[in-house]
């Protein structure tokens, strides 16, 4: 059974940074991509970033290009989201989850950004940007 547990989150001020980080346990965690999603209130869950099984490949959602950056530690089976220059708007839960086997097959683009893309969650951690 795939458990994902994020950490990390908090409250920064406008301009700061978090690191976000997010354990997988249940399978072989350096065969599948992983993604970060985040969710505020009243929106819905939104794509923020992607990373290929390897970490050879990333894709980003154009609102946190150049600020934040994935990045994956196959060894210690845990994905990072470091987060720079946040702002107020970066204010939401955070979500890692994990592919089924479709956005490996078909490469990481698209179906990446999507959320039926990947089949396990995590609960979530909250980031919170004050201005």
């Known amino acids: 059974q795939v458990q994902l547990v994020e950490s990390g989150g908090g409250l920064v001020q406008a301009g700061g940074s978090l690191r976000l980080s997010c354990a997988a346990s249940?399978?072989?965690?350096?065969?599948?991509?992983m993604g970060w999603f985040r969710q505020a209130p009243g929106k819905e869950r939104e794509f923020v970033a992607a990373?290929?099984?390897?970490?050879?490949?990333?894709y980003y959602a154009d609102s946190v290009k150049g600020r934040f950056t994935i990045s994956r530690d196959n060894a210690k089976n845990t994905v990072y989201l470091q987060m720079n220059i946040l702002k107020p708007g970066d204010t939401a839960v955070y979500y890692c989850a994990e592919e089924g086997r479709t956005i490996t097959a078909y490469g990481l683009g698209y179906l990446a950004t999507l959320r039926d893309g990947y089949d396990y969650w995590g609960q979530g951690t909250q980031v919170t940007v004050s201005s």
């Open positions: 249940g399978r072989t965690f350096s065969s599948y991509a």
């Open positions: 990373i290929s099984w390897g970490g050879g490949s990333t």
